[in-house]
Every structure is written in C-alpha cells, then in structure tokens.
C-alpha cells in the first residue's frame, strides 16, 4: 500500500527546490513556527504549528508537509506539460506520442468503465489454470501477478563497483506484516477492510458471492502465515543479517517449490548462480506453504495479488473499490482527481522521457 513519487517527479523537485531556494533567504522560516506554544510543553506544536495552520490539510492528503507541497507543485507543471502535447501531431512512436497517449488512455473513462474487467479475463483463465510447478513461472513473466517474494538487482552491499541479483520477502497485500498478526483495533479494523476490498475485486471480475468468499478467504490465510514468517521492521534494519549470498544449487535443494532456476529462465535469465537471499526463514516458510497449500488456493492468492494491481487502471468500480481501503489504511478522505490519477502513469512507465521534455521546456540551453 506504500505510495512513492516516480523518479522523475522527485529529480524535478530537487531541480525547483533548487531553483526555489536561491531565491529564498536561507535559515529557518519563523513562520512555521507556533511563537505561541512553549516548546517545552508541546515542541511538536511549536516547530510546525505556523505550517499547520497556513496549510491546512485537505481531504486527498492524509499528510501534507513541505515536501508534498513541492511534489504537488511539480505535479501541476508537468501536468501543463503533458496537456500540452498532441498524440495526433507528434512523431510516431515518439516519446511526445507515447506520452500523450498514455495519459489519454487514463482520462478516457467513458472506455475504461465499458471495458470493465474485460481486459484481465485471459491472465485471470491462466492463473486459474496454473499448477504449483507454473506459479513461478507466472510469476516472472506476467505484469502484475506478485505474490511470495521478489527479486531484483541493486549494488552488493559488500562490493559497490558490482551489481547482484537479490531474493527478498514480499508478496503481502497490505504490505506490513502487523496488520495480520496485532490483535489492537486498528489492525483489526484494517484487516477487515481488505478482506471487503478483495470481495468487491472479486465480484467485479466475475466471481460469484461464494467464489469470492473464498478467495478473500484462502488469500488472507495465505498472507497471515506468510506475515508470521516475515522479518519485522527492527529486523529489516539489521542489513549485516540480510546479506546471505547462496548457489542457486543450494536454493533448488533447500527450498524446491520456490522452482528459482525456472523463474529466471522464463525471463530469459540463466547465467546467474547465486543470489543475494534477504531473508532465508520465511523464503523457507514459503516453499513449505506452497507444498502444504493446496493449489486452488494458491490461485486464489495469485489472483488477489493480480487483481489489486490492477484495480487502479481498470474502471470507476475497480477504482473507488480500491480508494475504500486506502481510506481505512492511510485516514485520507477524497480521492485524487483523474489527472493526477491519469498522470502517473506516464510519469512513473516513461519517467526518463518525461524528465528529457521536462527539461526541454523548462530549462531550454539558452537560458
């Protein structure tokens, strides 16, 4: 559930927030702060209540501090920006076109509420058709199915001038692993949401009441097991422990359903032999879930995970359905508007290619 800017949202900004403090008086601004409250008492009020007060929160932020209000106004010019191009002029297959086209495609509602669940019904069939020996294989190859743990490359953290492949836990639909196994209110109130929102997913792409029942059920007993087996936060921050290089030989022998070999050589990876393994205990509790767990419900599990990915880009039910649980998970009250939804998109798949027109327009070389 965690939401961050794409790249080239967060380069932009640290541009303006630049630009914008060469021109600002450097030091702390006193009006931030609440003269008025004694910081002794109360230094929460004393340091932000100035900003508090000049900026009070609306109801699409569940926070709303100095950094969102650059990312917002960023956001504004890049949306000038993409508004400003026209698919119909531009070069095909240019980055102009494919920009504008992205950003269409998201404004166009009238499309996506027509199409409804439409276009999952072919992954949804193969994910109900897979087997425990294909689930990894899915796993690597289809946009969207995320489920078990991940994978990805990142700089060895015992070697800097080397890249390493590295196998971390993941594959917990509410991200944090307290919502599963806390037994305090808001947990359980949490917890309770995403079993409705995994419903609603269901119904609307087909399922019946019972189905989808189900579904909601097997997936969530998949993650609370899975959530027992996950390190915590403390112990994500012990990066000596996370640093486990082992043979992939040694992977296939100690944990055999993970099926590791052939989720790399489906995405046409086959000279890796070791990776990186974050955190060995619940990669081990995985494979034995997958053993134990029969295989209607790892499908059920795999569609959860595929539908919530996604709900944000198929139509105003999918949509609104997802909003409901991010109410009850972040406390925010009014979802964002469609261009800001819309503009993501672009931004976050062709981040580079927005950042060049960005750059292109803003900060042109004769200036």
């Not at 082992?246 to 990876?269: C, S, V």
């Not at 494979?287 to 790892?298: F, K, M, W, Y």
Request: hydrophobic fraction near 40%.
């Amino acid at each position: 559930m965690k939401k961050i800017f794409p790249v080239i949202l967060t380069a932009t900004a640290c541009t303006l927030m630049m630009t914008n403090c060469s021109k600002s008086p450097k030091g702390i601004d006193k009006s931030n702060l609440d003269a008025s409250a004694a910081p002794q008492e109360d230094f929460y009020q004393y340091a932000c209540g100035g900003w508090m007060q000049a900026h009070p929160l609306t109801p699409e932020y569940s926070r709303y501090g100095t950094f969102d209000e650059l990312g917002e106004n960023n956001r504004k010019q890049l949306h000038d920006l993409i508004t400003g191009l026209d698919a119909s002029t531009a070069e095909p297959g240019s980055n102009a076109q494919k920009i504008a086209d992205l950003y269409a495609m998201g404004m166009d509602s009238v499309t996506l509420n027509n199409q409804g669940a439409a276009p999952l019904q072919a992954d949804l069939a193969a994910i109900n058709a897979l087997s425990k020996d294909s689930l990894a294989i899915a796993m690597a190859t289809m946009p969207g199915l995320s489920a078990f743990y991940g994978t990805g490359v990142e700089a060895d953290m015992l070697d800097a001038s080397m890249n390493t492949m590295y196998l971390m836990q993941s594959g917990l639909g509410l991200g944090d692993r307290d919502y599963y196994i806390k037994d305090g209110d808001d947990e359980k109130r949490v917890l309770e949401a995403y079993r409705e929102y995994l419903i609603k997913l269901a119904e609307l792409a087909g399922y019946s009441e019972e189905d989808a029942a189900r579904l909601a059920y097997n997936t969530i007993a998949i993650e609370t097991r899975l959530a027992k087996a996950s390190w915590s936060r403390e112990e994500l921050r012990n990066p000596a422990a996370m640093y486990n290089p082992t043979a992939i030989a040694d992977i296939e022998k100690q944990m055999p359903a993970l099926n590791i070999r052939n989720y790399f050589a489906a995405q046409g990876i086959n000279q890796i032999d070791t990776l990186v393994v974050g955190q060995p205990s619940y990669l081990a509790e995985v494979n034995q879930t997958i053993v134990d767990t029969p295989i209607e419900a790892l499908r059920d599990y795999a569609t959860a995970g595929y539908l919530s990915s996604a709900a944000s880009y198929l139509s105003d039910d999918f949509v609104n359905a997802e909003f409901e649980l991010n109410k009850v998970v972040s406390g925010v009250e009014e979802q964002q508007p469609r261009w800001k939804r819309a503009m993501s998109v672009p931004n976050g798949i062709l981040g580079e290619a927005l950042g060049q027109l960005y750059v292109e327009k803003y900060f042109p070389p004769d200036i």
